[in-house]
């Protein structure tokens, strides 16, 4: 099924002055640091109860703040997500589905979050990784550029920027690449298993990263088991037979101890961006300015980490789309706290998070909510009932009990899963009679999504049913 196109503006624009106008006062307002790691899970974190993964500086942003359970990605992989961030549009505003995007109009750029804070009164600042469509770049969005660094240059970067003498507040995003690095684990295995050229050859501190983290490998009774879901989906999804190159190499080569020595690595690489982190919450600490300094840390999406035969990313299972999202401020946001009920957009709600503890003005009709009164309060009124993930191949609708996806065809294009009963997503219930009327509904509600976001790639799956 072709990509069909989608239309770009749709209200995108937001006046510079208008929102220099609304923001508060520069006294009254906290700086904010943005941690973002790249295909980090939800449960990749050892204070989730994971006990193959050591993440002391995660923990202590979690310990002092508010961990969001159900944040779940716009669309999990890099450009798309990535660019919602910035914008606060769902990827299919831009008609993005993968990281293969045409160029975006240079409309975009204006109304972006750095410009938006910026206008606000605030220093912006970004280090690391962009990977976000043409013409989007730090500067042209509203930041100066510390480093292209993904890795301990940024941190030392982000550090140095922390220390130096702030006049207004500011605003850092600290972007760091692991535990991306994972992927070429499975790539390098299908070219090598295939007798194929090395894919990306110009990778070669990625490839590093990986064979350190093998070398510390101490034998199979030290790597996480298998997970109870690395079996195939029930009835899944007939996109699969589609699969090609490392995904579907890796899915019918690899065996057990292949799978574990992945997930194996792939707690090595969290646990370095972990000590990555770590060097920026000590330089935030030693110069007091973690007093008046809200930090939010989240992942772009996650990693399947051998969940249904798979690695990598794209997918709207649990393991692919939900990640980490914290919030602290000390003095404001209660210690501990972790929210199980609340369903959170990780890419769309950001933007209005940012801005409201900014008091600044974010642009209209964002699609997402400020998560300020949650992460403060513990609620907000009116919260919603669901929420979409965009696929490159799909669409899906979480609710608090079921996700329910459509898929492009031929073959299985509609699955339910009841996250209660099977968190696992391992039974399809859409083609079980008793969960029929559960089934039509989320049907429904995911159709009135895409209608009322004008999803075109919504649209013509849906017109596949027909």
Known sequence: ????????????????????????????????????????????????????????????????????????????????????????????????????VRELPREVLPAALGQTMRAAGYRTAFGGKTHWPKPMTAESIGFEYLTADERDVLAGECATFLKQKHDKPFFLVASFINPHDICYM??????????????????????????????????????????????????????????????????????????????????????????????????????????????????????????????????????????????????HV??????????????????PTIC??????????LPGRSLRPIAEKGSAPGWREDIVIECGDSRTLRSARYKYSLWEGPGVTETLFDMTKDAGEMKNLATVPAASNVLAEHRKRLRQHIEARVDEYGRALFAQQS
Request: glycine letters at 8%.
């Open 334 to 351: 209660p210690a501990g706290r972790i929210d199980r009920k609340q369903l959170v957009g990780s890419t769309i709600d950001l933007y």
């Open 186 to 331: 499975a790539i390098d295995a299908f070219t090598k298993g295939s007798s194929l050229p090395a894919m990306y050859p110009k990778s070669v501190v990625e490839r590093e990263r990986v064979a350190a983290a093998t070398k510390l490998f101490a034998g199979l009774d030290k790597c996480p088991p298998l997970p109870g879901n690395h079996g195939a989906t029930d009835r899944e999804p007939g996109a699969f037979s589609r699969l090609t190159g490392f995904r579907k190499y890796v899915r019918e080569k690899w065996g057990a101890e292949e799978w574990r020595l992945h997930r194996w690595v792939y707690a090595r690489l969290t646990e370095e961006v972990d000590a990555q982190i770590g060097r920026v919450l000590a330089a935030l600490r030693e110069t007091g300015l973690d007093r008046n300094t809200v930090i939010i840390f989240s992942s772009d999406h996650g990693d399947m980490d051998s969940a249904h035969g798979f690695e990598h990313k794209s997918l709207p299972y649990e393991e692919s789309a939900r990640v980490p999202f914290v919030i602290s401020w000390p003095g």
């Open 1 to 100: 099924m072709a990509e069909v196109p989608t239309t770009t503006r749709r209200g995108f624009l937001g006046a510079a002055s208008a929102l220099a106008a609304a923001a508060a006062p520069a006294t009254e307002r906290p700086n904010i640091l943005y941690i973002m790691t790249d295909q980090q899970h939800s449960g990749m974190m050892s204070c989730t109860g994971n006990p193959w993964v050591k993440t002391p500086a995660m923990d202590s942003i979690v310990a002092s703040g508010t961990r969001f359970e159900l944040a779940y990605s716009g669309n999990p992989v890099c450009v798309p997500a990535r660019t919602s961030m910035m914008t606060g549009r769902f990827p299919s505003h831009f008609g993005i589905r993968s990281n293969n």
């Open 356 to 365: 409201d503890f900014a008091g600044a003005k974010a642009p209209e009709g």
